[in-house]
């Protein structure tokens, strides 16, 4: 059994299991359970078991969003979250991958329903080292074709990042629109695999065919040299967009006071022995607020935990310095891309004779 895999699941099954059981234990969980299903308008299938569930779902994302401080941290949680789900359908697509590791629908949904934080340190990160155990050296398990990188990218944009743009910007806050497009944004990850998995034919289609005058070598060097440009491409883009919504966020937290230690301690708190007597919308917004952040600091946790299996302190390195200047969304979608550099480097590859 893989060394990386135990340790992984020995690491990452008590912390998920905790972060699971403390959001579970948030004090809005108790009025939810009263008021649900309907709460907000939240009554939109008419069946009550399935309402009662997005009820309770919604109303998590909209008492966040709707705050001035979770909204900021919404827009981090969810840069954060493209980056990883780009990792996740790149890393589902490879040569070595299983199909389990490659439902990115499934990871996608659990994630929403359970949180990003706990799938990624359980069960994602185990079943990856289960599934290509603890040696990355072996370029050929790390093949993936371009034109799948390409999709990979555009059904992340279109699937992804502009319905969870339209979330955070649509509809007055708790207005009906703002409810029905909170509902679908769950469904998201739905989306994404199917435009991938049936776009990657036309992207391939659009490739230039390798000259036949080259050696077969030199073909198989460059076909790892594309494959390796095409997903460091999926990552440059997505570190960019996370370091632009990263910067627009600080400016934004410190336009409005929020930039200090004592807002973050508050919150990760629950305001403790600060606040008496809150109302149902008070602890749903400082509720929803910190899980949105507990989500944001163990789900980056999580990556960089990643990043130190798969590349040592130097991967390591590279997380937290990319994190610290392009957030945290941005540092893990710039390691991933550095990563790519060792894992499709063509240097490496030894090319047997046809």
């Known amino acids: 059994m893989a060394i990386k895999f135990m340790l992984s699941a020995a690491v990452g099954l008590p912390i998920a299991t905790l972060t699971l059981r403390h959001l579970m234990a948030l004090p809005f969980g108790p009025h939810f359970d009263a008021l649900c299903p309907g709460y907000k308008g939240t009554d939109l299938t008419g069946i009550v078991s399935i309402d009662n569930f997005l009820c309770k779902i919604v109303n998590i994302f909209t008492h966040a969003i709707n705050d001035p401080l979770g909204n900021i941290i919404s827009w981090l949680v969810l840069g954060l979250a493209t980056s990883v789900l780009a990792i996740w359908a ?10 389990l590791l490659g439902a990115v629908a499934l990871w996608g949904m659990a994630a929403n329903v359970f949180s990003v934080s706990v799938i990624i340190f359980a069960p994602w ?24 990188a390409t999709a990979i990218l555009i059904a ?31 469904f998201a990850p739905l989306v994404v695999a199917p435009i991938y998995l049936f776009s ?23 076909r790892v040299a594309d494959q390796k440009s095409a997903v460091e491409t999926v990552h440059l883009v997505l570190g960019v967009m996370n370091a632009i919504c990263y910067y627009v966020m600080l400016f934004r937290a410190g336009g409005r006071g929020f930039l200090n230690v004592e ?69 893990v979608s710039l390691y991933a891309a550095y990563r790519e550099n060792y894992v499709q480097n063509k240097d490496r590859l030894v090319v047997k004779s046809e």
């Open 125 to 148: 990160i185990p079943m990856y080292y289960f599934c290509y155990g603890d040696d990355n050296s072996n370029i050929a398990d790390y093949s993936i074709k371009s034109a799948r």
């Open 263 to 331: 807002t973050f301690v508050d919150l990760w708190t629950l305001y403790r022995d600060k606040l008496t007597a809150m109302s149902i919308e008070q602890t749903g917004i400082i509720s929803a607020s910190h899980l949105f952040l507990v989500d944001l600091i163990i789900c980056w946790a999580g990556c960089a935990f990643w990043s130190l299996l798969e590349s040592g302190f130097g991967g390591l390195l590279v997380l937290v310095v990319g994190s610290i200047f392009t957030g945290p969304g941005g540092g």
């Open 200 to 222: 990657t034919s036309t992207f391939a289609g659009m490739e230039k065919p390798m000259e036949s005058r080259i050696n077969y070598q030199t073909q198989q060097k460059r």
């Open 156 to 186: 992340i944009l279109a699937g992804f990042v502009i319905p969870s743009m339209a979330m955070l910007l649509a509809g007055e806050p708790f207005s009906h629109t703002q409810t029905v497009v909170v509902t679908l944004w769950q």
């Open 90 to 99: 790149v890393e589902g697509s490879r040569a070595k991958s299983n199909a």
